[in-house]
């Protein structure tokens, strides 16, 4: 089956922008997690949605938002974009067994904020 | 709070050598952990996963991690590395009462001819 999408998988923005980044989970998985990945911070969560609910919120400012839709597609947005919030944004989607099930990741958007 | 720390941000092992990447862990209940890899421009993939079953766990590409309550931790090894090896690896940690996986800061394993 397919596997997770992001798209798109590169953009270039300028500062104070906003951008908004798509991604499609693996069919049938209701669980979408969105961490932002840089060299210095790693692996960072945003926040995670069920069912169209936001289960999970890490520590980012509320310039970074997200929803998720009734087919389980999910976006992430972030408003007037600074130079630190670039990153590789990786989107993730899990099925039912959300505590030991596998997270299934997607390639990424590399967002660059000139 | 959960937590996982992984000790060496660079490994750098010779084709045909040990492979041994080190992941320590927080928990204050029993966790669940993971091994994700990530080659070049691409997402994580697991490796392998912990799930309060054998304390053994074998995955993909011949690694396997054990853990060690005692020790609070779950290394990362392969016997005999190979080129296609290279990348970067996560040790991950979550638990029964959340759903939010923790990682860590990752290893780059570097293998060289």
């Known amino acids: 089956k397919a596997g997770v999408t992001q798209t798109p998988r590169y953009l270039i923005k300028t500062r104070g922008q906003q951008v908004t980044l798509s991604c499609s989970p693996i069919s049938g998985h209701r669980s979408v997690s969105w961490y932002q990945q840089t060299p210095g911070q790693g692996l960072q969560f945003l926040f995670e949605y069920f069912s169209e609910t936001q289960r999970n919120k890490g520590n980012f400012p509320g310039r970074f938002s997200g929803r998720q839709f009734s087919n389980s597609r999910s976006e992430m947005n972030v408003s007037t974009l600074e130079l630190g919030d670039s990153a590789l944004y990786l989107c993730?989607?899990?099925?039912?067994?959300?505590?030991?099930?596998?997270?299934?990741f997607g390639e990424g958007s590399r967002l660059t904020v000139l | 709070a959960q937590s996982v720390t992984q000790l060496g941000s660079h490994v750098s092992v010779s084709e045909g050598a040990l492979v041994l990447l080190r992941c320590n862990y927080s928990?204050?209940?029993?966790?669940?952990l993971f091994w994700y890899v990530q080659y070049p421009n691409q997402g994580l993939q697991l490796l392998l996963k912990y799930t309060s079953a054998a304390t053994l766990v074998k995955g993909i590409n011949g690694f396997e991690a054990e853990f060690k309550k005692s020790e609070t931790s779950f290394h990362l090894t392969k016997p005999s590395a190979h080129m296609s090896d290279a990348a970067e690896y996560f040790c991950a940690v979550t638990n029964y009462n959340t759903d939010k996986l923790i990682f860590g800061t990752g290893t780059r394993l570097q293998v060289f001819p």
């Open positions: 928990s204050s209940v029993p966790p669940y």
């Open positions: 993730a989607s899990r099925g039912l067994a959300v505590n030991t099930g596998e997270l299934f």
